[in-house]
């Protein structure tokens, strides 16, 4: 997808480093950072410099890569590949990426093994773009339906940020938006701000305005009242993991809106690619829910009156506040479920015979 004009994808590797995308800068400043040590890659997760399952995931492969290339030795790139699982709990792609390059790299000789790890790791990025492309066609199919029963603009409500920032290409739930406005169809997107960080504001919002799709930011809150008005026709929300029963668990928030859009029979879909489905844990009780700094809920930052970034207080300074990231929707509220593959319910046995 593009900024100013000018592909990019999230990562990429070149001159012995991994390149991101800084999205802790955007929307306000466009950086480009380099990774260069494992330990970069893992701090890159933690502070959310790279964020999105697809690309944590991503980002964990190259670590890996960056690891044999700092210290060839199996115990480093052992203890490399546990840090790097517990960089950021939540998301299953990042420990399906870590045990599919551990796994890849398994009886490979030292003289070969970074050659491989690259490899592998580019390989996982190029099959995300290809999955989240897929993903896309299949959604724009349902976009289609409406626009042509409707015979009017589309208005499609997303939660935080599952576009491309968030994978290596072209997103999840933004994919079939991509899809329906390069194909002429007219659409709108209710972009949630998303707090505490307003990935949607931030990110959602920043990539929709680089390729010239109308959008609206709102309130986390907005999204009940817009339903009950007529005012969304579908919402499409993103993962960072689905258990083979359906349930969804995504960023916090997305619970509430699913309910909003049952009370209100507006479609609610999920887009994923299956990389993001656990097919291990069966109760979502057991979901690790990732519980992050408080500081994310009491500060904020922004561009002063000089165009310097700047992070504020806003609450009083004796109050404690709770960040949890994440929440769990379960799987009779999903409409259905848009991956690579196609769409199915969100059930087990929809998902079984979709993967088997």
């Known amino acids: 997808m593009k900024i100013q004009g000018k592909k990019y994808r999230t990562i990429w590797y070149e001159g012995n480093v991994v390149k991101i995308i800084d999205q802790t800068k955007l929307p306000h400043r466009f950086s480009i950072k380099e990774l260069k040590t494992v330990k970069d890659a893992i701090n890159a997760i933690e502070i959310m410099e790279v964020r999105g399952a697809p690309l944590i995931g991503g980002t964990a492969a190259y670590g890996i890569a960056l690891a044999i290339q700092e210290n060839n030795d199996p115990e480093f790139i052992k203890k490399s590949a546990e840090e790097l699982i517990q960089s950021r709990p939540t998301a299953i792609n990042l420990k399906w990426a870590v045990d599919r390059m551990i796994k890849k790299l398994s009886g490979v000789k030292s003289d070969k093994v970074l050659d491989i790890a ?18 896309g066609i299949n959604g724009l199919k349902i976009i289609e339906e409406i626009y042509n029963k409707k015979k009017d603009t589309v208005n499609i409500l997303t939660h935080c940020n599952a576009g491309w920032l968030a994978t290596i290409n072209w997103g999840t739930a933004t994919s079939p938006i991509y899809h329906a406005y390069k194909k002429g169809i007219p659409v709108h997107v209710w972009v949630d701000e998303t707090r505490p960080r307003n990935q949607g504001a931030n990110l959602t919002s920043y990539e929709l305005n680089e390729e010239n799709i109308p959008n ?48 209100n029979n507006v479609p609610f879909y999920v887009a994923l690619p299956s990389s993001t489905i656990d097919w291990e844990i069966k109760n979502f009780k057991d979901i690790p829910i990732e519980e992050r700094n408080s500081e994310e809920l009491s500060h904020i930052e922004g561009i002063d009156e000089d165009n310097k970034l ?7 300074k004796k109050s404690k506040a709770m960040n949890l990231a994440f929440d769990v929707t379960p799987a009779k509220y999903v409409t259905g479920l848009i991956t690579e593959k196609g769409i199915c319910e969100a059930s087990s046995a929809a998902l079984s015979k979709m993967f088997k």
Do not use: W
């Open 216 to 263: 609206t930011i709102i309130a986390d809150n907005t999204g009940g009242i817009l339903m009950q008005r007529g005012d969304v026709d579908m919402c499409i929300v993103g993962a960072d993991r689905t258990l083979s029963t359906g349930d969804v668990c995504n960023k916090i928030g997305t619970y509430l809106k699913a309910l909003a859009a049952h009370d």
């Open 118 to 135: 690259l490899n592998e790791a580019k390989e996982i990025c190029d099959e995300d773009e290809k999955f989240c492309e897929s993903i």
């Open 310 to 316: 700047k992070k504020i207080l806003i609450y009083p």
